[in-house]
């Protein structure tokens, strides 16, 4: 079946511009996360959303950073003001209903790569 | 909050031989641990999990071991192949305080022919 899927794969962008990156889940999965991996690096968690409960956003690094989820599925990653530190591959995950904490099987996307300059 | 280290940051092996990466977590509520693969433009992919009533878990060439008590915990390949190469990455998590995933650095993985 369809994995993930994230849009644009790629996203040049000048400083300063708003960007808005979108993550289409597995069909009926209840979780979703954004990832931040910069160049070599880890993943760095942004956001979490499950269900129709509140989001966990402890991870955005700034103001400038939020998130959206419509109707419990796409949800769309917004960056205003784009900096230049800024620029990194933006993972998107879902994970299936009846999640518990040691049953969580993360489905990646292949992300975002967004540069600014 | 959780913090995972690993190590090591890149690893090198000839073909056939086994490979370690290490990783230990800070919070001693973490109960799952889940470890992925990168590959070169792909998001990661799971390719095994420990839970935390287990010790050891195997699967064909990829084992996984968990010392709670250390709060350390290890994936191990045999007999490497050069497929094996990528970006490997550990990574807990917990029930409480939310259910975000903790990732480690990640380790780079050359396996030579």
């Known amino acids: 079946g369809a994995g993930v899927s994230q849009s644009p794969s790629n996203k040049v962008t000048e400083k300063g511009k708003d960007v808005e990156l979108r993550c289409d889940p597995i069909?009926?999965?209840?979780?979703l996360y954004w990832y931040r991996q910069s160049l070599g690096q880890g993943l760095e968690f942004l956001i979490y959303f499950q269900g129709n409960s509140a989001p966990d956003k402890s991870g955005l690094p700034s103001d400038r950073f939020s998130a959206e989820r419509t109707g419990g599925s796409v949800s769309t990653l917004t960056i205003q003001r784009t900096q230049q530190e800024d620029s990194a591959v933006y993972l998107c995950?879902?994970?299936?209903?009846?999640?518990?904490?040691?049953?969580?099987?993360?489905?990646f996307g292949n992300g975002t790569r967004l540069t600014v300059t | 909050g959780e913090n995972v280290e690993q190590h090591p940051s890149t690893l090198s092996v000839q073909e056939g031989d086994s490979a370690v990466i290490k990783c230990t977590y800070s919070?001693?509520?973490?109960?799952?641990f889940p470890w992925y693969k990168q590959e070169l433009g792909k998001g990661p992919q799971l390719i095994i999990d420990i839970r935390s009533n287990v010790g050891e878990k195997k699967d064909q060439r990829i084992a996984v071991t968990l010392n709670k008590t250390a709060k350390h915990f290890s994936l191990h390949i045999t007999e490497t192949q050069p497929e094996d190469s990528a970006v490997y990455f550990c990574?807990?998590?917990?029930?409480?305080?939310?259910?975000?995933?903790?990732f480690g650095a990640g380790t780079r993985l050359f396996v030579k022919a």
């Open positions: 990574a807990a998590s917990k029930r409480t305080g939310g259910f975000k995933t903790i």
């Open positions: 919070d001693s509520a973490s109960n799952y």
């Open positions: 995950a879902s994970s299936p209903p009846g999640w518990t904490a040691d049953n969580s099987p993360l489905h």
């Open positions: 069909s009926g999965h209840t979780a």
